[in-house]
């Protein structure tokens, strides 16, 4: 089942923060990031499985709690180059993986 | 330089023909998977491959085959079967399932 992205889509200024989370109706043992530029291949971010750790990213961090099945992704100081679709990809213990709808960031000068 | 290539860019075909998209890697990646992308519904997976001559369904098989003859090869086929072919269609490698994918540039095929 496709885990749910929020939000769908973010307007930022260059400099401001967005957080994009992802949930899932299902235990997970992990989860990935990809960012993907209009008209480009997507791109990974980085991967955290459980444990609920947190990783980091040049000013783009994610946190995984295991207990809510949900991740978020932290895009700090928001740069032009930020500006693409995010995709979470979830993976359960079945070794199921899936990916989300996306969540369209667009970074204004 | 390593990498993952799929071609053609930019594929027409008219209704009811069979089409095959290439995809090759030279990373040495034992999984590779082809994803079909529409607006607004992120990536749908189609098939996937672990291991030479071996493959599996993914979410939306229907109307599409593959075969995985080569690591470095997984050719997708979109038959005439498939009701809706027209879309954004991208491959993926990677060292194994559910790792770090390294995604081709995709191929963009309309049917007419």
């Known amino acids: 089942q496709q885990p749910v992205q929020s939000p769908q889509a973010v307007i930022l200024r260059e400099g401001e923060d967005a957080v994009i989370n992802c949930s899932s109706s299902?235990?997970?043992?992990?989860v990935h990031w990809y960012r993907q530029k209009h008209g480009e291949a997507p791109v990974f971010l980085m991967i955290?499985?459980?444990?609920?750790e947190q990783k980091g990213h040049e000013k783009i961090s994610a946190s995984f709690n295991e207990k809510k099945q949900q991740s978020s992704l932290y895009l700090t100081a928001s740069q032009l180059s930020y500006s693409g679709t995010y995709f979470c990809?979830?993976?359960?213990?079945?070794?199921?993986?899936?990916f989300g709808p996306g969540t369209r960031l667009s970074v204004l000068p | 330089d390593g990498g993952i290539t799929q071609s053609p860019k930019y594929l027409f075909r008219k209704e009811g023909q069979n089409v095959t998209l290439s995809c090759e890697q030279n990373?040495?990646?034992?999984?590779m998977y082809w994803y079909r992308q529409d607006p607004g519904q992120g990536l749908r997976l189609i098939y996937y491959?672990?291991?030479?001559?071996?493959?599996q369904k993914g979410d939306i098989a229907e109307g599409y085959s593959v075969s995985r003859e080569k690591k470095e090869s997984f050719p997708l086929t979109v038959t005439s079967a498939q009701k809706n072919p027209t879309a954004f269609y991208l491959c993926?490698?990677?060292?194994?399932?559910?790792?770090?994918?390294?995604f081709g540039q995709g191929t963009r095929l309309t049917v007419v």
């Open positions: 990809g979830t993976e359960d213990y079945g070794q199921n993986f899936v």
């Open positions: 299902k235990a997970l043992y992990s």
């Open positions: 955290l499985l459980k444990g609920g």
């Open positions: 990373l040495n990646h034992d999984a």
């Open positions: 491959s672990q291991i030479v001559n071996d493959f």
């Open positions: 993926a490698s990677a060292r194994g399932l559910n790792t770090e994918a390294f």
